[in-house]
């Protein structure tokens, strides 16, 4: 067994031990999470017992080949800016090249990014990338302070060293270079950007912490939504609040379901009246399609050769549909023949995360029903992806008072600002290939090394 094996095993024999047993430290675990507003839907954010484990091997690895690659994807990004085939494979809406052409007053196109990696032992492929903050950016720091000092994990330590990942002070230093880059020379007052439903009256648990918590570092800060914007005499606001830097957590197409492109908070960003942090050149790379172009090689053969073998080795080969030719593995292949004939490793999923389309699955549908997802692909914005399997891994969890171990998909999430990985924490589900899952929430993610 290995060394993380080992201390997994260890730290669940340790909660089948008295005194820990008695789960009532994993009750006030729970209602101290709520009671800080560590929650996501009314739950406590972490469903589970124990936090996930990182060896430093695994972690240094990790963070090295998101730098290579945030690097390579920087690249690509750079390129389809100024090649409009490019673009055009990318399949952005018109106001999102739009948005895309204008210059943001700094040079970065993602300050923040997440990396959905599926990490295990030795092996370790990525899922997904988007120009986001991870969730674990907002909860991990204090989630971390909670796991670091509960009972059982407390009497972990005594073996094995922990070293906690995450927080948001590196999430705030890069904002506030960024704004500088831009132009800004004073404090800046921060606008936390969010999407809100029309019947959400307050702002999420998440955002709300990091006003907290950029209050607390000596900078003023809001949460907003887009209905709340003003835009007067070249002053983004919110209520009377002057808003120099926005920290926007909303995507452009999440914002065009109930705005146009004359809202205040475009004609603010056209006219550079505030920093806006991501910007909207960012939005590239929230297409999935961008593993189209990061996986054909005609596009990236001039690449550096370390972020070419990145590319290779951890990124899953991805197509736009369409009725075209491609290549797979060096050989010419005619795309939608090509996906009928290897449904079982294949999957379909939107360009966009999108509530209105389905991800299908080959392994889990019969023929017929796979012939029927690739017709809707056809149709609409859609990639087929070499499935990554995901990894899955044991957790405690507290369920209806009782101890119950279950088997949970991981996705680690490297906190990436700038292309430097900041630390790290682990998102959980318990769903099925096709993504809906029953069950999600945040592990915090601990540095183990043997003492």
């Known amino acids: ?38 929650s996501l839907g009314g739950r ?56 895309a052409a204008v210059d943001p007053g700094y040079p970065y196109l993602a300050v923040t990014s997440l990396f959905g990696t599926h990490l295990d032992n030795g092996t370790m492929r990525f899922a997904e990338y988007s120009s986001e903050t991870p969730v674990g950016v907002a909860f991990a720091g ?14 972990f330590r005594k073996k094995y060293k922990l070293s906690k990942l995450g927080g ?55 949460v907003a939504s887009a209905d709340q914007l003003d835009y007067r005499n070249g002053v983004l606001s919110r209520e009377g609040f002057a808003i120099d830097l926005v920290f926007r957590r909303l995507r452009v197409q999440e914002f065009l379901v109930r705005f146009d492109l004359a809202h205040p908070l475009l004609r603010a960003y056209r006219e550079g009246a505030a920093c806006f942090v991501n910007n909207f050149r960012s939005e590239i790379a929230q297409k999935r399609s961008i593993f189209d172009l990061l996986t054909d090689e005609t596009i990236t053969a001039s690449f ?77 914005p859609y990639v087929v992806q070499e499935y990554v399997e995901p990894v899955r891994a ?12 279950r088997e949970l998909n991981v996705d680690v999430h490297p906190h990436s600002y700038l292309g430097k990985v900041q630390g790290a924490s682990a998102w959980l589900t318990a769903g099925g290939p096709n993504g809906f899952s029953t069950l999600a929430g945040l592990a915090p993610a601990f540095l183990l090394e043997s003492k």
């Not at 080992?6 to 009750?27: N, Q």
């Not at 079982?344 to 699955?361: G, I, S, W």
């Open 394 to 405: 044991l957790f405690p969890m507290l369920t209806y008072g009782q101890l119950e171990m």
């Open 142 to 155: 204090q989630v971390s302070d909670l796991f670091y000092d509960a009972p059982p994990v407390r009497e």
């Open 1 to 38: 067994m290995s060394q993380l094996g080992e201390a997994i095993a260890r730290y669940h024999r340790l909660l089948e031990s008295e005194p820990y047993r008695d789960l009532g430290w994993a009750h006030a675990l729970q209602e101290t999470m709520k009671q800080q507003k560590l």
């Open 304 to 380: 550096p050769a370390a972020e070419r073998r990145i590319i290779r080795e951890f990124i899953p080969w991805t197509r736009v549909v369409s009725a075209s030719k491609t290549t797979y593995q060096g050989e010419s292949v005619d795309l939608p023949d090509f996906i009928l004939k290897n449904q079982a490793k294949l999957v379909l999923r939107p360009n966009d995360d999108t509530a209105e389309l389905a991800t299908f699955h080959g392994a889990t549908v019969d023929a017929s029903h796979w012939e029927r997802a690739l017709r809707i692909a056809m149709r609409s």
């Open 44 to 99: 406590p954010v972490s469903p589970v017992l124990r936090p996930h484990f990182l060896t430093q091997r695994q972690y240094t690895s990790l963070s090295s080949t998101c730098e290579t690659l945030s690097a390579a994807i920087d690249r690509l990004e750079r390129a389809a800016l100024s090649n409009p085939g490019l673009l055009s494979r990318m399949q952005l809406l018109p106001a999102e090249k739009m948005l």
């Open 168 to 222: 948001a002070k590196p999430l705030l230093s890069a904002l506030l270079k960024a704004y500088k880059e831009w132009g800004g020379t004073k404090k800046p007052q921060i606008g936390i950007l969010e999407f809100r439903q029309p019947f959400q009256t307050s702002e999420s648990t998440e955002n709300y912490l990091l006003a907290e918590f950029f209050r607390t570092q000596g900078y003023e800060a809001v």
